[in-house]
Nanobody, 122 residues
Framework: QVQLVESGGGLVQPGGSLRLSCAAS????????MAWYRQTPRGQRELVAA???????NYGDSVKGRFTISRDNAKNTVYLQMNSLKPDDTAVYYCNADLKLYYTDMNWYRYWGQGTQVTVSS
């Protein structure tokens, strides 16, 4: 059984900050890429940020310079620090991770969290 559990969402005013966390647990042998996506109220899903096991990072154009992704490999956790939030950042934020599991075929599989709501509004 594998779980990705997000936390840290909520309501924040424009210009404010939030920090999201996503912890992976279960029979995890190895984690490669960990990433954050978001789904807007209009239903569009987009990449927010991704980080590899060697700390190579990629950001979506709309969040560059405002959001920072990081990970703690000892805790199997990825973080998203969001600063200078705008109303357009309102979305459900999902984390995912590419995992190899013990007692399996040892291929990479992508797992998703359940999502956390971020609302930016005055």
């Amino acid at each position: 059984q594998v779980q990705l559990v997000e936390s840290g969402g909520g309501l924040v005013q424009p210009g404010g900050s939030l920090r999201l966390s996503c912890a992976a647990s279960g029979r995890i042998f190895s984690i490669n890429v960990m990433a954050w996506y978001r789904q807007t109220p209009r239903g569009q899903r987009e990449l927010v940020a991704a980080i590899t096991s060697s700390d190579n990072i990629n950001y979506g154009d709309s969040v560059k310079g405002r959001f920072t992704i990081s990970r703690d490999n000892a805790k199997n956790t990825v973080y998203l620090q969001m600063n200078s939030l705008k109303p357009d950042d309102t979305a459900v934020y999902y984390c995912n991770a590419d995992l190899k599991l013990y007692y399996t075929d040892m291929n990479w599989y992508r797992y998703w969290g359940q999502g956390t709501q971020v609302t930016v509004s005055s």
